[in-house]
């Protein structure tokens, strides 16, 4: 294993102190190393992966330097358009180093949104010409490799990270003050929804979580549709279902998935729709992945809400508020509900236990019978 400090102070040493990205599980301890050493202005925690590549363009213009951006490589699919369309040799020819969290390496066990991605994620980076090295405890050769190769061709290349590469590293997670956790909420939105609503919701804990109650409380899995992967895209998921049923259709989304691709709220807003509900958990952090910041306390997204187009925007921070909140919701269109919680789960937290395609199968029996 790495010691994450030693990798750290690697890349500052060879000038590369500046970091943008999104926050992977297994680049945890990466990310919160970068986190603790490095002031706001060095470490942007972007909205999402294509942002830090344009993020990393934009400091290299301004220094002379090598942004460095770290992502999941589910994030790729993201990085893809600015990767070629502008940091690409053919255009404008801009270098960055690229730290990919490894996720579902073939041959090691992983969730199924991870696999496909996982066998992907070498040729991917082949074909769009981006050359890559697999990181190993000789890193400050690779860096140095990095660096050379920087220099002389202009272009991004790539430490692909196995999974357990970093030693760990303690992240000191903002504390705030809210009483209920994301498991609290979700079980008090469980208990006021109808037998016959619908939830979307996001990827990460959100979804293992709603899974393990509905075993808690020995009810079906068909009402939910439990997102993984594909973060940021929940709230369309929800309005593309709404539109060809009259059922109401919670989505319940994450702080950090909702500010990825926060532009589709504009769109939606504009598109009423009576039984879309929305339902964002706030903790102000990536919570899922190891609790690095979002700007999610920082900014009004009630007032964002509001301006795209949504009626009503409630604030509950107590069970009793969802509840107010999710009855009158139930009566009206367009209105959303915004819980602010603290952050953690539980240690044993499991995993769903049916495949995504059983998942899709059961909510399609039962939303078009
Ligand atoms: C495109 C993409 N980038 C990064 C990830 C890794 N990832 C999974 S869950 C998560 C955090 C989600 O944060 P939030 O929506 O605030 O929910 P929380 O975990 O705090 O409940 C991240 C970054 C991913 N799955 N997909």
């Known amino acids: 294993m790495i010691n994450t400090k030693q990798f750290y102070d690697y890349l500052i040493s060879k000038n590369l102190d500046f970091f943008a990205g999104v926050p992977d599980s297994l680049l945890k301890n990466l990310c919160a190393c970068i986190k603790e050493n490095s002031d706001s202005k060095h470490n942007i925690i972007t909205a999402n992966e294509g942002n830090a590549i344009a993020m990393a363009c934009g400091y290299h213009m301004s220094s002379n330097k090598y942004g460095v951006v770290y992502m999941q490589n589910s994030?790729?699919?993201?990085?893809?358009?600015?990767?070629?369309?502008?940091?690409?040799?053919?255009?404008?020819?801009?270098?960055?180093?690229?730290?990919?969290?490894?996720?579902?390496?073939?041959?090691?066990?992983?969730?199924?949104?991870?696999?496909?991605?996982?066998?992907?994620?070498?040729?991917?980076?082949?074909?769009?010409?981006?050359?890559?090295?697999?990181?190993?405890?000789?890193?400050?050769?690779?860096?140095?490799?990095?660096?050379?190769?920087?220099?002389?061709?202009?272009?991004?290349?790539?430490?692909?990270?196995?999974?357990?590469?970093?030693?760990?590293?303690?992240?000191?997670?903002?504390?705030?003050?809210?009483?209920?956790?994301?498991?609290?909420?979700?079980?008090?939105?469980?208990?006021?929804?109808?037998?016959?609503d619908f939830i979307v919701s996001t990827t990460g804990k959100t979804s293992r979580e709603i899974f393990e109650l509905r075993e808690k409380y020995g009810q079906?899995?068909?009402?939910?549709?439990?997102?993984?992967?594909?973060?940021?895209?929940?709230?369309?998921?929800?309005?593309?279902?709404?539109?060809?049923?009259?059922?109401?259709?919670?989505?319940?989304?994450?702080?950090?998935?909702?500010?990825?691709?926060?532009?589709?709220?504009?769109?939606?807003?504009?598109?009423?729709?009576?039984?879309?509900?929305?339902?964002?958990?706030?903790?102000?952090?990536?919570?899922?992945?190891?609790?690095?910041?979002?700007?999610?306390?920082?900014?009004?997204?009630?007032?964002?809400?509001?301006?795209?187009?949504?009626?009503?925007?409630y604030k509950a921070t107590t069970e009793e508020e969802i509840k107010q909140a999710i009855s009158k919701m139930k009566e009206n269109s367009m209105e959303a509900l915004i819980i602010y919680t603290k952050q953690g789960s539980r240690k044993d937290l499991g995993r769903p236990t049916t495949t995504p395609i059983e998942n899709k199968k059961a909510l399609m029996k039962k939303i078009l019978k």
């Open 220 to 313: 079906e899995h068909s009402n939910d549709f439990l997102t993984v992967g594909s973060m940021g895209h929940t709230a369309s998921i929800a309005f593309g279902l709404c539109i060809n049923t009259n059922k109401n259709v919670y989505c319940i989304d994450g702080d950090g998935s909702f500010i990825m691709h926060m532009g589709g709220f504009a769109v939606i807003g504009q598109n009423p729709c009576d039984n879309f509900k929305y339902i964002l958990i706030n903790n102000g952090a990536h919570e899922s992945v190891g609790g690095q910041p979002t700007v999610g306390f920082n900014i009004k997204i009630d007032e964002i809400l509001k301006a795209v187009g949504f009626k009503e925007v």
């Open 75 to 196: 994030g790729l699919g993201n990085a893809v358009n600015p990767l070629l369309s502008l940091a690409d040799e053919d255009v404008y020819n801009i270098p960055m180093l690229l730290i990919i969290g490894w996720r579902g390496e073939p041959g090691k066990k992983d969730e199924p949104q991870h696999v496909k991605q996982g066998k992907l994620t070498l040729p991917l980076l082949e074909t769009m010409g981006i050359e890559y090295m697999i990181l190993d405890s000789n890193f400050q050769e690779q860096i140095d490799k990095c660096c050379q190769y920087m220099q002389e061709t202009n272009k991004p290349i790539a430490l692909v990270v196995r999974k357990d590469s970093f030693e760990d590293y303690n992240i000191t997670k903002d504390k705030n003050n809210y009483i209920l956790t994301r498991e609290e909420s979700l079980d008090t939105i469980i208990k006021e929804l109808n037998d016959d």
